[in-house]
């Protein structure tokens, strides 16, 4: 899996002209999953990116997580994360398909959601207008076969 993480003040997500998901202070998580993921990937980066310290705290040290700043995530499936570029027009076989794709999308957020967060998120293969906030600007890449 494959997450790009942005620290946000606001983000959302729309299809088709209705805001399907919106959150405030938080983590936009544009989420590709790779054909090999697994429940096991999807628990460990749900974990790794609930407890992520990116906010910052009184002395202005990024030190504080979305549980300590009272945060939700937004996420929004993203298979273009998977894109093989080695030529001008991307193509996309590294990105799992829906059959494999959806449950651990859904698992994932399962997951962050068990730790008690508000997960806001788009639909998946839709096509989304997504809107954010960015704050810092802020973004952690993650990719779980380096963690």
């Not at 919106?22 to 998580?29: H, M, N, Q, S």
């Not at 697994?38 to 705290?57: G, I, P, S, Y």
């Not at 300590?68 to 398909?97: H, I, Y």
Request: charged share 20%; proline share 3%; with cysteine.
């Amino acid at each position: 899996m494959r997450a790009v993480v942005t620290r946000v003040s606001s983000a959302s997500v729309t299809i088709a002209g209705e805001t399907v998901g919106a959150i405030e202070t938080g983590y936009l998580v544009l989420l590709g999953i790779a054909p090999a993921d697994t429940q096991e990937t999807a628990r460990k980066l749900a974990e790794k990116v609930c407890n992520l310290r990116v906010f910052e705290d009184e002395n202005g040290k990024m030190n504080l997580n979305l549980e300590q700043v009272g945060g939700s995530l937004l996420v929004v499936s993203q298979f273009t994360l998977f894109a093989d570029t080695s030529s001008r027009r991307p193509g996309f076989t590294g990105a799992a398909k829906p059959d494999v794709a959806v449950p651990l999308y859904e698992a994932f957020m399962a997951h962050c959601r068990e730790r008690g967060f508000v997960v806001a998120h788009g639909e998946f293969g839709a096509s989304m207008q997504v809107t954010s906030v960015n704050d810092g600007p802020v973004t952690i890449l993650f990719d779980t076969e380096k963690l």
